[in-house]
């Protein structure tokens, strides 16, 4: 018998491992505190109209946006929201694509594909198969590059993702990191191998239901990856992208509490790019074990609506998860940043063979080109990266 079957047996998910640095931050009590206190049924349609008549939102309007009370006047939210990413964003769309370097993984989370008792096929690149890689991606013209991972330490250690970091230096402008969350000296070194910002999805803020999803693994422990983005910023990182995987619990508190993060790091740390994913949960092995709440279309929309009204300086991402139809919406009235050519297996980029299998399925399978002429097409302009070195 072990954790897996025998739930006493199971590490606390509320307490740091050994290995995991402890940086004190008052953050988490802040976000769990806010979320908890978070009652969406209590906005009326005159809270909402207050929130949208002011120019900065408080937590409360935001709440407000959040609310079903907000879903009949969502063609208002978003008229406001196409506002605001035209007063920061003006038309620019910046263009990116993940490259999963590795699959590989030792959490045991039941929603996910990579999960490591799921059977399925796992590789990973060596440095002449991820050049070669990332050489196919920027001969599309793309200059930014999301690397992942699974979460295995063991097989994507540091220095193998750094010795990536390094590779994209060569081909890219921008490089962001989607991997295990790290201590501040891990971000310190993969920060000085060239790596500008580094995206954390909390899946979700409710620490029950958290535990619930992750059985084992260095992912359980819900303190350290809440913590993850402050601990990038100290090591250095430019910036750091916040999400809630929509549809593992409520996802009007799981969206207010990643609201409230984002938030309340850059109050605290004012120099840091702030960023939002806005993903839903896909079809998955065990999708019938998690019982998922469903997240539609308008209220998927409501979510990304209330993040660039609350905070409209904010980089957001809209995911391959999400069809072409409604991601070309969504770029016009709300998000800013949308990946083209993605393959989220392992390898299979340009001419080279794939070597491992998906996280989970993408709906919007269009090319660099064919997303690059959408983008036109709307009238918004294609950014391939907003960084210039001197």
Do not use: W
């Amino acid at each position: 018998m072990d954790e897996l079957t025998n739930p006493e047996l199971r590490i606390d998910h509320m307490t740091y491992l050994p290995d995991m640095e402890d940086i004190g931050s008052e953050i988490q009590d802040k976000v769990i505190a806010a979320m908890e206190s978070y009652d969406a049924g209590r906005y009326t349609a005159e809270d909402v109209k207050t929130a949208l008549e002011k120019d900065v939102l408080s937590l409360d309007d935001f709440g407000a946006l959040l609310s079903p009370a907000a879903l009949p006047m969502l063609e208002e939210i978003a008229q406001r929201a196409q506002l605001e990413k035209e007063k920061h964003f003006g038309s620019s769309i910046q263009m990116f694509t993940p490259l999963y370097i590795a699959n590989y993984c030792e959490n045991y989370c039941i929603y996910c594909g990579f999960n490591c008792h799921n059977k399925i096929h796992r590789a990973k690149l060596n440095t002449e198969e991820i050049e070669r890689e990332m050489k196919a991606i920027s001969e599309t013209g793309l200059e930014e590059v999301l690397i992942l991972t699974g979460e295995s330490k063991k097989m994507s250690n540091v220095e193998y993702i750094g010795e990536a970091c390094k590779i994209a230096k060569k081909y890219f402008k921008v490089t962001g990191l989607e991997v295990y969350p790290m201590n501040t000296d891990e971000y310190r070194y993969l920060h000085q191998c060239g790596a500008d910002y580094v995206t954390v999805f909390q899946e979700t803020y409710d620490s029950d239901k958290y535990e619930t999803l992750h059985l084992a693994g260095h992912k359980r422990i819900f303190p350290y990856r809440l913590n993850a983005q402050e601990r990038a910023i100290r090591g250095g990182m430019r910036g750091v992208g916040f999400a809630a995987l929509l549809g593992l619990s409520d996802f009007r508190k799981d969206a207010f509490a990643t609201g409230t993060h984002a938030c309340l790091i850059q109050q605290k740390y004012p120099h840091a790019d702030i960023a939002f994913s806005c993903p839903r949960l896909r079809p998955i092995i065990n999708n019938d074990k998690i019982n998922p709440k469903d997240v539609h279309e308008p209220q998927l929309l409501q979510v990304m609506c209330a993040y660039r009204i609350f905070l409209p300086f904010a980089s957001m991402t809209i995911s391959t998860r999400e069809c072409a139809r409604f991601r070309d919406n969504s770029i016009k009235i709300a998000a800013t940043k949308i990946s083209a050519g993605v393959d989220v297996g392992i390898g299979g980029h340009g001419n080279n063979e794939k070597k491992g299998d998906e996280q989970f399925e993408i709906s919007d399978g269009r090319n660099v080109k064919e997303v690059y002429e959408a983008i036109k097409t709307q009238g918004l302009q294609p950014v391939m990266s907003e960084y210039i070195y001197v």
